[in-house]
């Protein structure tokens, strides 16, 4: 990986100030962001903000082929800012790159997008995968989506080894809904947490659950 080139970088923020993407999809083809990870990124950051069948391709492109798990990544998210459902089935394949910024940042967008059609993966990601941002992702996702068929996995993942997953799933359980069962299983994981920072959190799930 080649070090950032700061005239570079200097073009592409000026470019993304004047909302140029068509100039920023053209920079990513020379060899400067071929070579340059951080350029790469940024350039894909700025195409977020797009909303055209190429660009969502492009991204798309740079999610599955570029070898740069932090352009992976960058790409994901890119695609959860345009917000189309387009892009679902490629980011469902996102959620078993082997780099765990990428799965998260396919989470997230998955969330973003709110399509119905990745509850069940998601399910399996907060279920399994190995990494804990990874699974607040995904917790953080469903959410977003709103499914009450993702009421069981987030319940379970209330005793998650790690605090993040926790307090995610259960501000999670707060958006979807749910009954009783559900209102008493965020109390007793409420009464296990022993860290201050995250009562409030929990407060207002518990509001909003009432």
């Known amino acids: 990986m080649a070090p950032s080139n700061d005239s570079d970088l200097l073009w592409a923020r000026q470019l993304r100030k004047q909302g140029d993407l068509a100039a920023s999809r053209e920079m990513l083809d020379v060899s400067s962001a071929a070579q340059d ?7 894909l950051q700025t195409l977020g903000a797009a909303q055209d069948a190429e660009t969502r391709e492009l991204l798309t492109m740079y999610l599955i082929a570029d070898p740069e798990a932090p352009v992976r990544s960058m790409a994901a ?14 980011l469902l394949d996102a959620l078993t790159d082997q780099e765990k910024t990428v799965r998260e940042a396919a989470a997230l967008s998955l969330g ?11 399910c399996d990601v907060l279920n399994a995968d190995e990494s804990a941002m990874t699974r607040s992702g995904a917790a ?22 790690r605090l993040i997953v926790r307090r995610d799933a259960a501000r999670s359980l707060a958006s979807v809904g749910g009954g009783e069962e559900v209102r008493q299983a965020v109390r007793e994981m409420a009464r296990s947490l022993r860290n201050v920072l995250i009562w409030p959190s929990i407060r207002k799930v518990m509001r909003q659950l009432s």
Not at 81 to 90: D, F, L, T, Y
Not at 140 to 154: H, K, N, Q, S, Y
């Open 140 to 161: 953080a996702a469903l959410g977003r989506i709103g499914d009450p068929a993702a009421t069981r996995t987030l319940m379970m993942a209330l005793n998650d080894e």
């Open 77 to 90: 998210q890119a695609l959860g800012r345009i917000g189309s459902s387009w892009a679902v089935p490629q």
């Open 112 to 122: 973003t997008i709110g399509d119905l059609r990745a509850v069940h993966a998601l």
């Open 37 to 43: 990870t951080t350029l790469r990124a940024y350039l």
